[in-house]
């Protein structure tokens, strides 16, 4: 069983930067391939971005690309999305989600490769 907990998010003008954190269990940690997806009212959730804990290796969508950095502290089990220059079409709930396994799957962020998620939190971006 894998335990997630996000933290940050909330609401920021257009042009801005937020943080938004997920902490994972300790006992898999690192084996984790972690993910960011989020959901606006109305849409499909999007895969945004991707992280093997145990390579550091990374992936972050086109949609998001430039403005969004995936990273992680290891020695805190967490794991961080960086959003700069927010736009109000970012305004989502983010969910951070887990899968045990070695590696992730590049540009293939699904949701279906997931088995644990976090409980979301809102980023609101106003214009």
């Known amino acids: 069983q894998v335990q997630l907990a996000e933290s940050g998010g909330g609401s920021v003008q257009a042009g801005g930067g937020l943080r938004v954190s997920c902490v994972g269990s300790?006992?898999?940690?690192?084996?984790?391939?972690m993910a960011w997806f989020r959901q606006a009212p109305g849409k499909q959730r999007e895969g945004v971005a991707s992280?093997?804990?145990?390579?550091?290796?990374?992936y972050v969508a086109d949609s998001v690309k430039g403005r969004f950095t995936i990273s992680q502290d290891a020695t805190e089990n967490t794991m961080h999305l960086i959003m700069n220059t927010l736009k109000p079409e970012d305004s989502a709930i983010y969910y951070c989600?887990?899968?045990?396994?070695?590696?992730?799957?590049?540009?293939?962020?699904?949701?279906?490769?997931?088995?644990?998620w976090g409980q979301g939190t809102q980023v609101t971006v106003s214009s």
């Open positions: 989600a887990a899968a045990v396994r070695p590696y992730c799957s590049g540009s293939d962020i699904l949701e279906r490769d997931f088995d644990y």
């Open positions: 300790v006992l898999y940690y690192n084996n984790l391939c």
């Open positions: 992280i093997a804990t145990r390579t550091d290796t990374t």
